[in-house]
């Protein structure tokens, strides 16, 4: 019995040592510009957009909790011990927008094809196509760091994330994205 205990400890051990070798590629990877980071942003209570929503005014949509404020700060200090300094691009919801902001590590530009199509699902494949072609098209060997929501995660990669969880994904993007690794909250 002890020996089967043993066995399995050293699995798991092994696994977790495989898991941080290719999260350090990860980080390498988006380092040198050769991924992307693609992150759901932090935890606001609620789903969806309220029936009053408008997007130049934060009043009216679901903003971050302090949960999400820490797990954005978080997040900035993560992408500084791992000596990253992105260009950090964002939804124009102000929830995405505060999740970047709330980072500290650098200007926060808009991207459109990143805002949220829960509202108008149909849209998903185009305004997908849009990010594909948007990301690619970018400067190489600048890490990136991009926060959307749920909807475009899911659409992109085929993975539900947490609020403030993180994809990093090799570029050139594609669709399905190939997943280097995962990042919890």
């Known amino acids: 019995m002890l020996w089967r205990s ?103 530009q808009a991207l459109p094809a990143l805002d949220s199509f829960f509202q108008t699902p149909t849209t998903a494949r185009k305004q997908t196509a849009a990010l594909i072609e948007q990301v690619n098209a970018q400067a190489r060997g600048t890490p990136m760091v991009l926060v959307s929501h749920q909807v475009n995660i899911t659409a992109l990669t085929g993975i539900y994330p947490a609020s403030g969880e993180g994809l990093i994904l090799a570029l050139p993007l594609q669709a399905p994205a190939r997943l280097l690794a995962r990042i919890q909250p």
């Open 6 to 108: 043993g066995a399995w400890l050293l699995a798991l051990c092994l696994l977790s040592g495989a898991a941080q070798a290719d999260d350090k590629h990860a980080w390498t990877a988006l380092r040198e510009g050769r991924a992307v980071l693609l992150m759901r942003h932090a935890t606001a209570p609620g789903t969806g957009d309220p029936a009053n929503f408008q997007l130049g005014d934060c009043r009216t949509q679901r903003n971050l909790n302090q949960v999400g404020r820490e797990q954005a700060q978080r997040w900035g200090q993560l992408l500084q011990r791992q000596w990253i300094k992105p260009r950090l691009l964002s939804s124009r919801w102000c929830r995405a927008q505060d999740t970047a902001r709330e980072m500290g590590i650098a200007a926060v």
